[in-house]
């Protein structure tokens, strides 16, 4: 052998047609039956699939936990309601903090924000970076380069220091606007990404066929090229969700989180202000920590399983 | 004789099975002989020249025995193999061009090489520039990155280093496939002169492009679906082929003079059998217009004239 | 019905796009209805670029292309459409030109959506099952399956009755055969042939001179941007006159006859121009004999191509 990396690339593919997966509707293409057609083919494979299934149990587990726990526990997450500093118990399942309050209930009220920053600053800067990078990178020309520079500048602000100057500023602060805030500096990677790979497959034959159907540009993006960055757009989102709660969390830890109101991240706050780690109430920091933890992995665990939904030739593997 | 394959089989391994790329093939290639493989995608002609140097993760030896020099290549062993590599038979890989490292010059790419086989580059240098002024290169080239090549200027590049150290055999694979007509020419005559310089004893070029071995080639073997279909000096096999496969497959060629209107040519209907449990029989019976009960059971691959092979009940 | 008038077309590259790259150089050639006519050249000839400044995929830096009168650059928006429901191509890789999420028949379900909006069912799968028989592929072979359980071959056939369920008048065909089988090509260009016949006029891209020469009814050479040669299939193959046809034909490896055989059959061809060299950048197409154009440098104002006198001295003499 003389080239040391070889390629690897099998020249000749012996496997031979795979036999159809799916008996689907014969779909000469009506056009709503093809869509129908397909979104009942991933949701057919996303069903079957352990990883997506197994990360979207544990998320759904945290956020029914986050929507009914509250109910429960009382509306006040911050109210004394019990003897300070117990271990868990059958009364107060994760304990109390030193001062009687229910880490339960803190827990769960925490959820909801923690879902809440997670979600929209998230949704805010996938959209964000999608429209700034689909219309770079499809438009290209003054268009890309004006949207590269708005993208880099973004990028190279020091967004901890931007953020300590808002919140300064901000005399109230609610899970909103730290979600809003949150939301707006992150989204430049996103266009960087999304335009890169915007760019690759805009080159491809299939861009150019669709060109050729009549197309508009908008079906262009989003029923052409989209659809083959879905997986990816979705692991970008949930890499946004889980950067969005731990920044969230790192607010909220040096003090800049929201003024009311209770998050997993407050709760780290308060738990490492009030030595809870001196004290051994490991009750109070554990939950949160691992909260924050298992939502994230499980997120990443879903994004796994979904490429193997969204690649149909994954799929038959 | 130079190289002896007997009764190679060597399978894909996949989660449904084996796909038996290469099933059951026997041939020899001489002395001071260029052999062509030619065949469509699928046939197994680059399982062939893999298997003879380097078994890739998801090939599987089987049975059979390869011969090179009166020595056996341990094919199925890795590790042993390493003795013969590159010494004894060497590979041009079909995408060898793009597979050169973009960040490193081409002399050190060489000198790495040299030096992982545990030859000092001081000397084989002298040799190297001679043989690379042979294909039409400056020595020059060593002192570039693989970019500023042309596609023509790279595969004659890697020829050269494949060859440095007079293999008995070398393969190579689809060489010219990616090429203008221009420098597919001057590549396949490289080849030719390699074989006429002695740098080479035998050289199998395995290509699907029947026309490219007809110029350079000795004997062409034709394969199909992992068989070996028809072996026969070149002339012999384009002037007058036995194997219905061979003939349909000349015939569906365009030659430069033929035109549409005048005389129109057929293709072949249908498509080759699936490799995953192939059906038994002769495998191109589902698509051969000359097909008959007897071709029910497996044809072999017999001597039906001097030094012409061919495994069809039809033939022999 | 499509004439290109001296098109030229140069890339932007490097950091600030300072630099201009030609890739087209003032080509110019018409495609008359039920004609064929192959574009030949090797890569960087520019030929795949023509292709798609026809198709409006790429703009024209210079020059004019226009379809039935009607210069291509002025449409937009619904002229644009309609341009594309009479002109359509299919493209090289089989497999780039399907998207891989879906399956292979929404390239027909995007032809519905564009243009037959109020269609019925029924009267659309009749219509589809048409197209399909028309490149001889059994519908039921081929619809609702993913394009990686498909053969090239049924691939580019997919794409070609993509096309015709439109009313094309005119497909650019960007070597659609190259990436296929030789077992399965000459059916494809068959099928060229076939629509040919059906009136339909194909601009058929190559870099492979017995196909070019297998169908068409007109041959244009390109060498890096420019027209080195051109004219009807059979003069320029029966009379190669410029010395880059002639290295392209002895090139080719042919079955039956082999390279030097060709190269001295080419040698002994009457008329060959001392003039012609390798830089042929502005050379002006001289008319050898009749519907046979060479570039030729040494064409002056009024003075005739050397060659000409040379051809025609040579195919008198004969």
């Not at chain 1, 996303?46 to 990883?51: F, G, I, S, Y």
């Not at chain 3, 497999?95 to 959506?113: E, G, L, Q």
Request: charged content about 20%; overall charge neutral; proline content about 6%.
């Amino acid at each position: 052998m003389i080239i040391p990396d070889e390629t690897g690339r099998p020249d000749e593919s012996p496997i031979s047609e795979p036999t159809p997966v799916v008996a689907a509707v014969p779909g000469i293409g009506g056009v709503p039956g093809a869509v129908r057609v397909i979104r009942r083919e991933a949701v057919y494979f996303a069903l079957r699939n352990k990883k997506l299934v197994g990360g979207l149990t544990v998320v759904l587990v945290f956020l029914l936990v986050g929507l009914f726990g509250p109910v429960f526990t009382g509306p006040d997450p911050l109210a004394y309601v019990g003897p300070p500093a117990q271990a868990p118990s059958g009364e107060y399942w994760f304990g109390t903090t030193t001062f009687g309050q229910d880490v339960f209930g803190q827990f769960a009220h925490g959820l909801r924000a923690t879902f809440f920053v997670g979600f929209f600053a998230g949704l805010l800067a996938a959209v964000l970076g999608m429209l700034v990078g689909f219309t770079a990178g499809y438009r290209g020309g003054l268009v890309d380069e004006v949207l590269n520079m708005i993208t880099n500048i973004v990028l190279v602000l020091p967004v901890l220091a931007v953020l300590l100057i808002i919140a300064a500023y901000l005399e109230v602060r609610s899970v909103q606007v730290q979600a809003l805030i949150i939301g707006v500096f992150s989204w430049p990677w996103v266009a960087r990404a999304v335009r890169a790979q915007t760019l690759t497959l805009r080159a491809r034959e299939f861009v150019d066929l669709a060109r050729l159907s009549g197309a508009p540009v908008r079906r262009i993006v989003f029923r052409e090229i989209a659809p083959n960055m879905a997986s990816y757009l979705f692991m970008v989102f949930i890499l946004l969700f889980g950067g969005a709660v731990l920044f969230a969390a790192t607010l909220d830890f040096i003090g800049l989180g929201p003024t009311d109101g209770i998050s997993l991240g407050l709760m780290l706050n308060y738990s490492v202000k009030w030595s809870a780690l001196h004290l051994g109430l490991w009750w109070w920091f554990i939950p949160p920590g691992l909260g924050i933890t298992a939502i994230v992995g499980a997120l990443y665990i879903m994004n796994v399983g979904l490429d193997e939904v969204f690649n149909p030739k994954l799929r038959e593997m | 004789m130079t190289l002896r394959v007997t009764g190679l089989k060597v399978y894909y391994r996949t989660l449904r099975g084996d796909v038996r790329a290469l099933d059951d093939v026997t041939f020899g290639v001489e002395d001071g002989e260029i052999m062509g493989v030619a065949g469509e995608s699928g046939c197994g002609k680059s399982t062939l020249g893999k298997s003879l140097i380097r078994l890739d993760g998801r090939m599987r030896y089987v049975e059979g025995r390869v011969d090179l020099d009166y020595k056996e290549l341990p094919i199925w062993d890795d590790a042993d193999m390493n003795d013969f590599r590159y010494k004894e038979v060497s590979l041009i890989p079909q995408y060898a061009m793009s597979a050169l490292n973009p960040t490193r010059k081409i002399g050190l790419m060489v000198r790495d090489l040299l030096e992982s086989r545990g030859i000092p580059f001081d000397t084989v240098s002298a040799e190297l520039e001679r043989r690379l002024g042979l294909v039409g290169l400056d020595r020059e080239v060593l002192g570039r990155y693989p970019i500023e090549l042309s596609g023509g200027m790279k595969q004659r590049a890697v020829m050269v280093l494949a060859t440095l150290l007079n293999p008995s055999l070398l393969i190579a694979d689809e060489i010219t496939s990616a090429l203008d007509v221009s420098t597919q020419r001057a590549v396949a005559e490289a080849l030719v002169g390699f074989r006429d310089n002695g740098f080479v004893d035998s050289l199998i070029v395995i290509t699907h492009d029947i026309s490219l071995v007809y110029q350079i080639a000795d004997t062409i073997m034709v394969m199909y679906a992992g068989k070996l279909a028809e072996k026969a000096p070149t002339d012999v096999l384009v002037n007058s082929p036995r194997h219905p496969y061979t003939q349909l497959l000349i015939s569906s060629l365009p030659e430069v003079g033929v035109r549409y209107e005048g005389k129109r040519l057929s293709g072949i209907p249908g498509s080759p059998p699936a490799l995953l449990n192939p059906p038994s029989g002769c495998r191109f019976r589902d698509r051969c217009p000359v097909a008959f009960d007897k071709c029910g059971e497996e044809p072999p691959f017999v001597e039906i004239g001097p030094d012409h092979f061919a495994a069809c009940w039809r033939a022999s | 019905m499509l004439r290109l008038d001296g098109i030229s077309k140069s890339f932007r590259i490097g950091v600030l796009g300072s630099r201009y790259v030609p890739a087209v150089r003032d080509v110019s050639f018409e495609l008359r209805p039920g004609e064929v006519v192959s574009l030949i050249g090797e890569s960087g000839s520019g030929k795949t670029t023509i292709g798609r400044m026809v198709l409006r995929l790429l703009p024209v830096s210079r020059g004019t292309i226009t379809f039935d009168g009607k210069d291509i650059a002025a449409f937009h928006g619904r002229g644009l459409k309609d341009y594309y429901r009479t002109v359509q191509g299919v493209f090289q890789d089989p497999f780039s030109s399907y998207n891989p999420v879906f399956k292979a028949d929404r390239v027909f379900a995007m032809i519905r959506t564009g243009y037959f909006p109020r269609i019925r069912d029924a009267v659309w799968r009749e219509k589809v099952e048409d197209a399909l028989i028309a490149v001889r592929l059994r519908p039921e072979t081929v619809l609702d399956k993913y394009p990686h359980q498909l053969s090239g071959g049924q691939l580019q056939r997919l794409l070609i009755a993509r096309a015709l369920l439109l009313d094309i008048k005119l497909l650019v065909a960007d070597e659609i055969i190259s990436m296929l089988d030789a077992s399965t090509r000459i059916d494809v260009l068959n099928l060229l042939g076939d629509l040919k016949e059906r009136g339909l006029a194909i601009l058929f891209i190559t870099h492979d001179l017995a196909l070019g020469n297998y169908v068409s009814d007109q041959t244009v050479i390109l060498r890096r941007g420019n027209v080195v040669e051109a004219g009807a299939t059979g003069a320029v193959f029966g009379n190669p006159t410029h010395p880059y046809t002639r290295r392209l034909l002895s090139s080719v490896p042919q079955l039956h006859r082999k390279w030097e055989q060709v190269e001295s059959e080419l040698s002994g061809v009457a008329g060959r121009c001392p003039v012609h060299t390798a830089n042929d950048a502005g050379a002006a197409l001289a008319e050898v004999s009749d519907d046979h154009r060479v570039a030729c440098l040494a064409l002056g104002e009024d003075r005739p191509c050397p060659d000409s006198a040379a051809v025609s001295a040579g195919t008198a003499g004969r």
